[in-house]
T-cell receptor, first 111, second 111 residues
Framework: GENVEQHPSTLSVQEGDSAVIKCTYS??????FPWYKQELGKRPQLIID?????GEKKDQRIAVTLNKTAKHFSLHITETQPEDSAVYFC??????????FGAGTRLTVKP | ETGVTQSPTHLIKTRGQQVTLRCSSQ?????VSWYQQALGQGPQFIFQ???????GRGNFPPRFSGLQFPNYSSELNVNALELDDSALYLC??????????FGPGTRLTVT
């Protein structure tokens, strides 16, 4: 089955800096890669996703890149703000089924 | 916030007992996926239901079972509870290949 690895496990940045979180996956048939943000005690919320027919996607300060050959994808957050502090999860799946999540990255943005 | 709801919010059970958790999907969605999230970890896929049929299953024993009803709401049943079953149980609602929207979760404690 699919295996997703996520790095780093913790990340601390100054407000205004960029943050990058990286994930690798094992199943070459995976074709859908969402990123979720989970604040303490809250449900995971989708922040951006990418499908395997696209190499990059951007939404304001957030961007995701996908390298199918290397089987890795990354989340980029620019101009970080204190409210970006949360745990971020990457995930991979075939057609939105059997979705496997990474172990999470705890991002702290210091004011 | 999404239109996905779960009940109950919290539950305390004794080892060996059985539990039923419920999820109401968002209007227009016909697919429900269930996840187990242990403290400090990413969600782990239990199974997915599509139009009342199981449509995929993760690495969970048969004592984890589910149902989906004609209105696409769903139940997760766990028999013979073990201490390691203590976790946050999340359901996610979607159309078959679309974004998954998570409910707020049910926190299960097994003593």
């Amino acid at each position: 089955g699919e295996n997703v690895e996520q790095h780093p496990s913790t990340l601390s940045v100054q407000e205004g800096d960029s943050a990058v979180i990286k994930c690798t996956y094992s199943d070459s048939a995976s074709n859908y890669f969402p990123w979720y943000k989970q604040e303490l005690g809250k449900r995971p919320q989708l922040i951006i996703d990418i499908r395997s027919n696209v190499g990059e996607k951007k939404d304001q300060r957030i961007a995701v890149t996908l390298n199918k050959t290397a089987k890795h994808f990354s989340l980029h957050i620019t101009e970080t703000q204190p409210e970006d502090s949360a745990v971020y999860f990457c995930a991979a799946s075939r057609n939105n089924n059997d979705m496997r999540f990474g172990a999470g990255t705890r991002l702290t943005v210091k004011p | 916030e999404t239109g996905v709801t779960q009940s109950p919010t919290h539950l305390i059970k004794t080892r060996g007992q059985q539990v039923t958790l419920r999820c109401s999907s968002q209007s227009g969605h016909n697919t429900v996926s269930w996840y187990q999230q242990a403290l400090g970890q990413g969600p782990q896929f239990i199974f997915q239901y599509y139009r009342e049929e199981e449509n995929g299953r993760g690495n969970f024993p048969p004592r984890f079972s589910g149902l989906q009803f004609p209105n696409y709401s769903s139940e997760l049943n766990v028999n013979a509870l073990e201490l390691d079953d203590s976790a946050l149980y999340l359901c996610a609602s979607s159309s078959l290949t679309s974004v998954q929207y998570f409910g707020p979760g049910t926190r299960l404690t097994v003593t």
